[in-house]
Structures are given as structure tokens and as C-alpha cells.
């Protein structure tokens, strides 16, 4: 088993069955079928890398390594340790979801729309498995090409505008991170071994203290974009509004996720003199962005804009506990980006199920749709519920982690984000009553669940229920690998604190 290139298949069987797409453009279902078994492939994938990394040492790292370009220094590396492949393993699972969501997106060119999926899964696989840092900026901006098209061509309204407007935020930052990227390998031609791209070898750089606070500058801010933090957010509630629904699954449950992963794996590491400097600022920021969403989440008139305000929330969260300098808060980060994922997939998903029944997702035609729906209201509700962080749920886990982190390194801080996270009850609950409850505003019939809705919905709700009531396997998992970065940015953090 340790001989075949398993996590080259995890990056490049996606991309190969996105190649094969146009064999298929001639049957829409050919096209459905195909996509959906080769994303059932991508996580049977991603289940075989799951028991070969327990079959060895969890501590250690499953690597393919090989060299590349030897003159400067750049290999290609793919490394999984139990960061990465909680994060492998929830991409693949968020890529069968993009396949089960919305039917009526791929109506145009079916075989272009799942194999802009697929490659947006191939991209995303290579973001979470590459340690060469030269290999994971060129995953870095291969991001931007398909879903780039899957707003632009599949898309609604201001479709082409809104997909610029994404490429131009996250082209922009990832070229500064480019740049910073090559600035390193420049410094590291001092090291013994010569110039290297390995992130190993590039933290033990010793670098000039301003040199590392503009180098990580450049890094957070291209990060920051894909989170998103306030203020560089402007892209991402206009990406979601247009975004064909299996695009705003890829947004939030994966795109987002990179900026988060990056920061613990790429940045903190690689500048912690600048990473201990900038927290403050970054606290800032994160807090600031949840009560910032809290505001104008709730006076959104059109559903999936609410939500898409809501991740700018959790993730400004997120990024606060990552910073704080709590080991308690770091793995409840993570745990949160993982829950993130599944809830707001749920809450997308059926958003882009609303619009097709309903012809619009605005408040203004919702209402009473429990009685209408039963199942599809009870999936609304416990989608919600998961996100406002109910106990019991997969929300509940990582936001308990981030509070207690976060009051043990600066109570006031923990302070701040527990009044935001009551702040988020409100347009949550709002949501719940606009759309389920209240007297019907459309004469609209509103079909309940169908049998593949059923399938995507259920797996979702049985994710989170795993994840609130079974989330050690997951801190197992992620524990050795947020030691290591604790320990190196703050030691005392890396004791367990």
C-alpha cells in the first residue's frame, strides 16, 4: 500500500476525471453519473489514506517526495499528517455533496460545470497536502481558475462582474504571497542544503525582524482575503448571491477553509516573532468581523446573502482563537472550520433548493414552509440550530473550544466573542422564523425532499451529529500537528495550554 502515490491520486484523480468531462457532454445524465462516482472515488480515496495513516505512527507524516526544479531548490512534496487529512477528508466529502446539490445549474453544459468541480477539487486537495511552499502557492492560485468559471458561466445576474470582482481580490493577494514566497527561497540560500522551498527548512530561517513582518503581512493578507476578514470581505456575499449553489458549497465549505488551514500551517510557523505581533491586530479584525456580520446579516432580504454573511462571522472567530496564543483555542478553530463546513453546506444546499421551487430566495415570497415541507423544514432547522452552536452539535464543540481558549489568554477577549456569538442568534433565529414558520407568501407549491436531496441532506445532518457528539477522533487526529505549531510560535501555549 506505502508504494502506490496516494496522495498524488487524491490531487490528480480529480483534475483526470475533469479531463475525461467532454467525452460525456453529449448526455446530461452520463455526465451526472460520471461526476458523481468519480467524487465517490475521491473519498473512498481519501478513506484509503485514513487507514494507511493509521496503520503507521500518527504522529508522523504520510510524504511523497521528489525533486522538481533541484537548481532552485523547489520539490514536489505532498505530506499528510492529521491536519491535513481531516481537511482531505472533508474536501472529498464537501465534492460528493457539490454532486447531490442543485440540478438545474448544469442544464447549459453539463460536462464544463462537473468538471469545474472536480477541478476546484483538485486544487483544493493539493492546497491541504503540499509542504513545498513554492508547490502550495501554485495550488494557491490555481483555486482562482475554476471556480472563476463556475460563477462567470454558470452563475446568476451579475454573474461575469461578480467573478471578476473574486479573481481580482484573490489574484492580488496571492501575487504579494507569490512575491514573499520567492523572497523566502532568496534567504534561504544561505542554509547549509542551499536554497529550499521546504516548509521544514524555511522555519528555521532567521530572518530580520522587519523582513518577517512584511513577509507574513504579505502571507495574512492573501489568507485573510480567502477567509474572508474584514475588512478585504467585499468579495465573497456578492460571490455566494451569484454563485451557482455546488459554488457556494466549494466557497464556504472548502475555499474558505484553505485561507484558515494556511494560517496555521504556513504562516504561524513561518514568521511566529511577526505572527506574536500582529495578534492583537488580528483579534481585532476577527472580533470585529463577527459582530459586523451579526449586523448586516440580519438585514438581508435575500437568504443565501445571510448566510454568506454568517461564515465572514465565523471564520473572523476563527481567526481569532488561531491567534490568541491558547492551544485549547487553536483545536477549537479547527474543529469550528470543519463544522463551518458541513453547516453552512447544509444551509447553502437548501437555499439553492428554495430558489429552484420558489424562483427566488428572497424573504419577501418564504414563510410557512414547515407546513408545506415538513422534511425539508426539519433539515432547515437543524442545519441552524448546528450553526448557532447548539450542545450536542458539531458547533457547540469547536466555539466551547474557542471561548475557554480565548479567557484564559485575555478575558476580554473572550468576552467579546461570546457576546458575538449571542449577536448571531439573532439573524439565525430570524432566519428560522422568515422561512419555516409564519403564514405562506407564495402560492407556489413547495415540494418536499426527493430522494437525492434526502441522500445529501442526511449524510450532512449525520456529519454534524458525529462531529458534536464523537469530536475526538478529529482532536486526536489534529493534536501532534497543532503541538508543533503552538510550541513553535508560543512555547508555553505548546505545553497544552
Not at 8 to 13: D, N
Not at 326 to 332: C, E, N, Q
Not at 421 to 449: C, K, N
Amino acid at each position: 500500500m506505502r508504494q502506490l502515490p496516494w496522495l498524488t491520486l487524491l490531487v490528480f484523480w480529480p483534475l483526470a476525471a475533469a479531463l475525461a468531462m467532454p467525452l460525456l457532454r453529449r448526455s446530461r445524465e452520463a455526465c451526472r453519473r460520471f461526476a458523481l462516482g468519480a467524487a465517490l472515488a475521491e473519498l473512498a480515496l481519501a478513506g484509503l489514506v485514513v487507514l494507511l495513516f493509521a496503520a503507521g505512527r500518527p504522529d508522523l507524516p504520510v510524504v511523497e517526495d521528489a525533486a522538481w526544479i533541484p537548481a532552485l531548490g523547489i520539490r514536489y512534496t505532498l505530506a499528510c499528517d492529521g491536519l491535513s487529512l481531516v481537511f482531505v477528508v472533508l474536501t472529498a466529502f464537501i465534492g460528493v455533496c457539490c454532486m447531490l446539490t442543485s440540478r438545474h445549474d448544469d442544464a447549459s453544459r453539463p460536462a464544463l460545470y462537473h468538471a469545474l468541480i472536480l477541478a476546484s477539487l483538485a486544487t483544493v486537495q493539493g492546497v491541504f497536502l503540499a509542504t513545498d511552499v513554492f508547490l502550495f502557492a501554485l495550488f494557491w492560485e490555481a483555486q482562482l481558475i475554476p471556480v472563476f468559471f463556475l460563477i462567470g458561466v454558470f452563475g446568476h445576474g451579475e454573474r461575469m462582474r461578480v467573478a471578476i470582482k473574486f479573481f481580482l481580490f484573490s489574484a492580488v493577494g496571492g501575487l504579494l504571497m507569490f512575491l514573499a514566497v520567492i523572497a523566502l527561497g532568496i534567504h534561504s540560500a544561505d542554509l547549509p542544503d542551499g536554497p529550499t522551498f521546504a516548509l521544514f527548512d524555511l522555519t528555521r530561517l532567521s530572518l530580520p525582524v522587519s523582513t518577517g513582518r512584511w513577509l507574513f503581512a504579505a502571507f495574512v493578507l492573501s489568507f485573510a482575503i480567502k477567509i474572508p476578514l474584514v475588512p478585504v470581505h467585499m468579495w465573497l456575499p456578492d460571490a455566494h448571491t451569484e454563485a451557482p449553489t455546488a459554488g457556494s458549497l466549494i466557497l464556504a465549505g472548502l475555499l474558505l477553509k484553505t485561507g484558515g488551514y494556511a494560517l496555521i500551517r504556513f504562516a504561524l510557523p513561518l514568521f511566529p516573532e511577526a505572527a506574536v505581533a500582529f495578534a492583537p491586530l488580528l483579534t481585532i479584525l476577527g472580533l470585529l468581523g463577527l459582530f459586523y456580520a451579526s449586523a448586516v446579516a440580519l438585514a438581508q432580504e435575500d437568504v443565501k446573502r445571510l448566510i454568506a454573511y454568517s461564515s465572514i462571522g465565523h471564520m473572523g472567530l476563527a481567526v481569532a482563537a488561531v491567534v490568541s496564543g491558547s492551544r485549547l483555542a487553536l483545536g477549537g478553530a479547527v474543529v469550528m472550520m470543519v463544522s463551518h463546513a458541513l453547516t453552512s453546506g447544509g444551509l447553502f444546499a437548501q437555499a439553492g433548493m428554495i430558489g429552484e421551487r420558489l424562483g427566488s430566495r428572497r424573504f419577501d415570497v418564504l414563510g410557512g414552509i414547515w407546513n408545506k415541507a415538513p422534511g425539508f423544514g426539519a433539515a432547515f432547522l437543524f442545519c441552524i440550530l448546528a450553526a448557532a452552536a447548539l450542545p450536542g452539535l458539531s458547533g457547540f464543540v469547536g466555539e466551547a473550544m474557542m471561548v475557554f481558549g480565548l479567557f484564559r489568554v485575555d478575558g476580554l477577549a473572550g468576552g467579546f466573542a461570546v457576546a458575538g456569538m449571542a449577536a448571531t442568534l439573532i439573524y439565525l433565529l430570524r432566519l428560522a422564523r422568515d422561512t419555516l414558520f409564519g403564514p405562506a407568501r407564495s402560492g407556489l407549491p413547495f415540494p418536499d425532499l426527493d430522494a437525492r436531496e434526502t441522500a445529501l441532506l442526511v449524510s450532512l445532518v449525520l456529519a454534524i451529529l458525529w462531529l458534536g457528539l464523537f469530536p475526538g477522533p478529529v482532536l486526536q487526529l489534529v493534536a501532534s500537528p497543532l503541538d508543533a505549531v503552538a510550541g513553535h510560535v508560543w512555547p508555553v501555549a505548546g505545553t497544552g495550554m
